[in-house]
T-cell receptor, first 109, second 114 residues
């Protein structure tokens, strides 16, 4: 499974877009990019996934570079409730996810 | 929210005692997982199940056993609890959706072994 690299922490102002980067330079052709988040004391929550194309759902957008070596999760209008640890996971099948340290995102009022 | 419950939510036990954690789902999902979460380690997979009576080990399975006699229940047992098993335990479920297995997590069980 490809290894991912994320910044340990980020800050963002409430109402602004939060852009969370993830590097996965060893990703293989069949591996998907998944994003989960974990709000304090809760279980992780699935956000979005993608293979090659950019994806958008009600929670976020996922931008994957053309070479697929990096991606960015975008929360378009961050709120205080988006404060959480965000995990970028690269895996062919999501049956056995491997969670790294993630990025601790703090949304400031 | 996916119908996943974990019991107990909190437990304090003594070293050497057996402990069983329960995960119950109402989604009829095929796959179930047990993770533990510790500071500095993120979430680590302990065991998982791909059907009734079908289980396999994860990356940190030593000292743990699991059982799944019904689709809806996945039990994690610590035969003889040790202080190193003090952790927060999360259960997750998944079903194949298109080509991925989106996982849904339970609320967690905080276990303290004294």
């Amino acid at each position: 499974d490809a290894k991912t690299t994320q910044p340990p922490s980020m800050d963002c102002a409430e109402g602004r877009a939060a852009n969370l980067p993830c590097n996965h330079s060893t990703i293989s052709g069949n591996e998907y990019v998944y994003w989960y988040r974990q709000i304090h004391s809760q279980g992780p929550q699935y956000i979005i996934h993608g293979l090659k194309n950019n994806e958008t759902n009600e929670m976020a957008s996922l931008i994957i570079t053309e070479d697929r070596k990096s991606s960015t999760l975008i929360l378009p209008h961050a709120t205080l409730r988006d404060t959480a640890v965000y995990y970028c996971i690269v895996k062919e099948g999501a049956q056995k996810l491997v969670f790294g340290q993630g990025t601790r995102l703090t949304i400031n009022p | 929210d996916a119908g996943i419950t974990q019991s107990p939510r909190h437990k304090v036990t003594e070293t050497g005692t057996p402990v069983t954690l329960r995960c119950h789902q109402t989604e009829n999902h095929r796959y179930m997982y047990w993770y533990r979460q510790d500071p500095g380690h993120g979430l680590r997979l302990i065991h998982y199940s791909y059907g009734v009576k079908d289980t396999d080990k994860g990356e940190v399975s030593d000292g743990y056993s699991v059982s799944r006699s019904k689709t809806e229940d996945f039990l994690l047992t610590l035969e003889s609890a040790t202080s190193s098993q003090t952790s927060v335990y999360f259960c997750a479920i998944s079903e194949k959706r298109e080509v991925i297995y989106e996982q849904y997590f339970g609320p967690g069980t905080r276990l303290t072994v004294t």
